[in-house]
């Protein structure tokens, strides 16, 4: 049987990224929050997942895409009105002090928001994680050009989607 | 709005901080569902690594027959761990071995073997001699002759004179 993983050393390393990153694709706190634990009970379950990964925090990430598509599905069959009722699209930046800035990122977040799964994914890997395409593609488990291919899609779309408020800004 | 600026900006957004007190639940509940899971494959996983290991066993004695640089070295660890195992193994298979082997045959010649002749003789000897003594034996008496059919050639020399 395998040794025990140190939990606490992979939650202080990876779980605010893992947190931001769930947090973009579910748009929804509690999901995140219970995707989050459902992830680390199957890393204590399964302490064998990360004997041979090179990079863990690639790993983690592709798990938690896994989680949260499954998670998106089972809410598409369930709550087909779920979009309509939600209160608000959850903060996925820190608050800002300055008020034009806080706009900016309110209107980015509802933006992210529209944009399909699948892209808002690879943007924010590319992003926020700095991942090339090619770990962008293993991470979730698609071609390095189609990764390339919503990356330059989903940038399009929300630099449409601000450019008016962009300019008013400027 | 120039292509970069977007994109570079968007890279410099601070993204919102993990809840701290989600850690205690979330680290809690993950090490209770690994306890659980612990004790449910105890049994499971001693079996399971006793295969593992006998396949590993076979692998580094297949790696023998074609060493590698890499194997060579790494012929002896972990097996002398698994060695001593299986010496283990193999001991107490022989001991359990030579334990039964030891009573079975004997118990099995003494409970099968016959009373021999002489031995059968004397005590039919000694129950006459009883007999005479308390008065009450008797002589045997003629055992009666076996029936057997003559040929039909002096049956019917027999039918003639009766």
Known sequence: ?170 | MKADDLEQRMRDLPLRQLPAEWKGPILKAAREAALRTAGATTVTSSVFGWCKMLSNLSARLAATRHPTPDTRPALLWPCPRAWAGLAVVWAGILAFQWVSADTEPAVIAQDNAPPSPSLLQMVKEQRQRLAQLTGQWEAPAEPARAYRPKPKSERQLDWSFA
């Open chain 1, 1 to 170: 049987m395998a040794a025990p993983l140190n939990l606490e050393r992979l939650y202080e390393k990876h779980a605010q990224a893992l947190f931001a990153f769930l947090l973009n694709l579910t748009r929804h706190d509690t999901d995140t929050r219970d995707l989050l634990q459902d992830l680390f009970i199957r890393l204590a379950r399964r302490p064998d997942l990360l004997d041979d990964v090179r990079d863990e925090r690639a790993f983690l990430l592709r798990m938690a895409h896994n989680l949260a598509l499954d998670l998106i599905r089972r809410r598409s069959t369930r709550e087909k009105n779920y979009e309509r009722f939600a209160a608000e699209v959850p903060a996925l930046f820190a608050p800002s002090l300055d008020a034009d800035e806080a706009v900016f990122r309110r209107r980015l977040q509802e933006a992210l928001a529209e944009l399909p799964t699948d892209q808002r994914a690879v943007l924010h890997l590319k992003l926020w994680e700095n991942l090339t395409f090619d770990a962008i593609a293993e991470a979730l488990g698609i071609p390095a050009n189609t990764a390339a291919s919503r990356y330059r899609y989903g940038l399009d779309k929300l630099r449409q989607k601000l450019r008016p408020l962009y300019e008013e800004i400027k």
